[in-house]
């Protein structure tokens, strides 16, 4: 079974300064992993995704991700924050279905980051 | 425009009361799921479906039904078994490996 940790329940961060939100997962198979971001009293929007192919993922907002098999892990970054930034962050896995498009996700428990001006 | 539709945002009910909650989406997917969201826990899958007429449980099951008569329709009934019902309430779809969220249904049952 697959399963999923974030490190850091909050995150605290000034305004400009950089962050990394850390992820790590544990399965047996080969693994699709995603980011969201909820913003309060609302759904979860995707900010990234890795697939296949490049370990360096970039999405939305600026935020990018490392995918890292050798350590299972999967660490959000963004080099420099904005107040409107601030939201709860989940990642996510699926484990890979052998060819079908049904993947159930698998999500850490959420981290909340908060960007002080 | 195309997405996930939730209805309604906030739900309030008296123990012991059934209720149902509201999933449309107009994405043509065919895959659609229910998760729990609770403060510290992340998103817990409750039911999902792959397709029309067929459904499965997640982690988080007991207490809640489902039915999938139509491909954009996936309502949750909360019942009166299910020990601790207030929660947000998130919908979700996909095609292929992307979920797709609705804005959620906040149900405070007292």
């Known amino acids: 079974a697959q399963s999923v940790t974030q490190l850091d329940s909050q995150v605290p961060v000034f305004e400009e300064a950089p962050v990394e939100l850390r992820c790590n997962y544990s399965?047996?198979?080969?693994?699709?992993l995603f980011w969201y971001v909820q913003y309060p009293n609302q759904g979860l929007q995707l900010l990234l995704k890795?697939?296949?192919?490049?370990?360096l993922v970039k999405g939305i907002n600026g935020f990018e991700a490392e995918f890292n098999k050798s350590q299972t892990s999967f660490h959000l970054r963004k080099p420099s924050v904005h107040i409107s930034d601030t939201a709860e962050y989940f990642c996510?896995?699926?484990?890979?279905?052998?060819?079908?498009?049904?993947?159930?996700?698998?999500f850490g428990q959420g981290t909340i980051l908060t960007v002080h001006p | 425009d195309g997405g996930i539709t939730q209805s309604p945002k906030y739900l309030f009910r008296k123990e012991g009361q059934n209720v149902t909650l509201s999933c449309e989406q107009n994405?043509?997917?065919?895959?659609m799921y229910w998760y729990r969201q609770d403060p510290g826990q992340g998103l817990r899958l409750i039911y999902y479906?792959?397709?029309?007429?067929?459904?499965q449980k997640g982690d988080i099951a007991e207490g809640y039904s489902v039915s999938r008569e139509k491909k954009e329709s996936f309502p949750l009934t909360v019942t009166s078994a299910q020990k601790n019902p207030t929660a947000f309430y998130l919908c979700?779809?996909?095609?292929?490996?992307?979920?797709?969220f609705g804005p959620g249904t906040r149900l405070t049952v007292t």
């Open positions: 979700a779809s996909s095609m292929w490996d992307e979920q797709y």
């Open positions: 399965s047996s198979v080969s693994v699709y």
């Open positions: 890795y697939l296949s192919g490049s370990t």
């Open positions: 996510a896995v699926s484990e890979d279905a052998g060819g079908t498009s049904y993947g159930k996700l698998t």
């Open positions: 994405l043509n997917h065919d895959a």
């Open positions: 479906s792959q397709i029309v007429n067929d459904f």
